[in-house]
């Protein structure tokens, strides 16, 4: 992106053009662009594929607010009860089959490697 | 006749007719194409952007089902930071400020970032960087990113220890000034592969090189070279933006591979890039502060769509204050963002920005 003010840059992409983030499959869609290089329709037909929904529905707030609720993936609102942090990547990583670092570190600890 | 409200290069407002913002349009690519040796946008793209910036509305936006991936250069920076980063003041944490990103503002991805955005000055502090990321990972579900600058300008006498090319140039000593670019990209290279290990000893999903080749061709070097270590020995993603929109010849016999790097335009220096093994690229284009947004934007997306067919990672375009169409001033304009972002979507075919 680029440098400016919150409102008049960041702000003004994510209204325009971007995904969402985990108000909708933004972020999973971003996982499988860093984990495997792939380019957006690539990304986004395999993680629809994952998700079981079509590739116009990663961008739908409604519709993945429910699919994240769900899957248990981590949702925008504060839901007690709901996986966050470490609990949703964990979960991110078993659905997408890759491997997140902050979570392996976590589980090397757990299993006193 | 129909005026339309145009934003200029430095963010002013204007008033340009309607074939007034087709010549620019159609000059605008055509300065990109000559430039850089590229194909200009085509007629359809033309007329795809004519009616962006003719549509009266306030912003506009990409169609619905074409959003695309957002990463940053320290975005999360902008709400703690002070004017110097256009950052507002608010006093919020790093960690508090990501977590906002996160979850208040839908962010994709996320990067942590030090005050001080270069990995030299980074490195004798990179424990406290690392329990910050470690902080942050425990909370954040999105992707994170360390990122900072190669910035090999602050290798240089008097902030480091090697020669200043720019005071060497000046009196003749070419040769000294290309021994000491080379010095000072090795020292670099050190840096950045340090800083990027305690990274990924930290849990770290990716590192960010940003403004890359800001002092030239060498730090373009050090900056592949330091790429090529991370990639190929820890598990970071690696992105690689831009300075500029193409490669300063400071050096000027810099190779990588086989290829010069001075005067690459981005659909060049994106082949290198994957060849070191980064996972996404953000090519850079400059914006003429003279020239309308219209102008700009249609340079950029030419310059930006062939980067992005040639390429075999993801491209997200830099469309920050003063490159990729957006103008330079302090308050970016969000109907001239809003274009910018829609545009680099649409006809720079971009896979994130």
């Not at chain 1, 972020?27 to 986004?44: G, N, S, T, Y």
């Not at chain 2, 990321?133 to 602050?154: D, H």
């Not at chain 2, 062939?306 to 490159?323: D, K, L, Q, W």
Request: charged share 25%.
């Amino acid at each position: 992106m680029g440098v400016g003010d919150p409102v008049g840059m960041p702000m003004a992409h994510v209204l325009a053009s971007g995904m969402g983030g985990i108000r909708t499959a933004g972020d999973l869609v971003a996982r499988m662009q860093l984990h495997r290089k792939m380019r957006i329709p690539e990304a986004k037909a395999f993680v629809a594929e994952k998700l079981g929904v079509g590739v116009a529905d990663l961008s739908d707030e409604v519709l993945m607010r429910e699919v994240r609720e769900d899957l248990d993936i981590g949702v925008v609102t504060a839901m007690p009860g709901a996986a966050r942090g470490l609990a949703a990547k964990a979960r991110i990583a078993r659905l997408l089959g890759i491997e997140i670092a902050s979570v392996e570190i976590l589980r090397r600890k757990l299993e006193g490697d | 006749m129909a005026t339309h409200r145009m934003r200029m290069g430095d963010g002013r407002v204007e008033h340009v007719s309607s074939e007034g913002l087709r010549a620019d349009i159609l000059a605008g690519t055509e300065d990109a194409a000559d430039r850089g040796g590229i194909p200009t946008i085509t007629e359809q793209e033309r007329d795809h952007l004519f009616d962006l910036f003719a549509y009266p509305g306030r912003i506009v936006g990409v169609e619905a089902g074409r959003e695309v991936v957002l990463s940053d250069d320290g975005v999360a920076g902008s709400l703690y930071t002070e004017q110097g980063d256009s950052g507002v003041g608010v006093p919020v944490s790093r960690e508090q400020a990501i977590r906002l990103f996160e979850r208040a503002f839908g962010f994709d991805t996320i990067e942590l970032g030090h005050a001080d955005y270069s990995f030299k000055p980074v490195k004798p502090v990179v424990a406290n960087e690392q329990q910050c990321m470690e902080s942050v990972l425990l909370a954040t579900i999105i992707p994170v990113f360390y990122g900072a600058m190669p910035n090999l300008a602050t290798y240089a006498r008097p902030d480091g220890p090697f020669g200043n090319p720019s005071d060497l140039m000046p009196l003749g000593k070419i040769d000294e000034a290309r021994v000491a670019q080379m010095e000072a990209a090795g020292a670099c290279t050190r840096d950045m592969v340090y800083v990027g290990r305690k990274m990924a000893e930290a849990g770290a999903d990716g590192l960010d090189f940003d403004t890359t080749a800001s002092a030239g061709d060498a730090e373009f070097l050090a900056t592949l070279l330091a790429i090529e270590e991370l990639s190929a020995n820890t598990h970071l993603s690696i992105q690689v933006g831009m300075a500029a929109e193409f490669v300063l010849g400071m050096h000027g016999e810099v190779s990588y591979r086989g290829e010069r790097l001075a005067g690459l335009y981005p659909h060049k220096q994106v082949k290198l890039v994957e060849q070191a093994g980064a996972s996404v690229f953000g090519p850079v284009v400059n914006t003429n502060t003279r020239m309308s947004t219209a102008w700009n934007v249609a340079r950029a997306v030419t310059f930006v769509k062939a980067c992005s067919e040639v390429a075999t990672i993801p491209i997200h375009a830099n469309v920050g204050m003063g490159v990729g169409g957006v103008p330079m001033c302090e308050t970016p304009p969000v109907d001239a963002v809003t274009r910018a972002s829609a545009a680099m979507v649409e006809i720079g075919r971009v896979d994130g920005l």
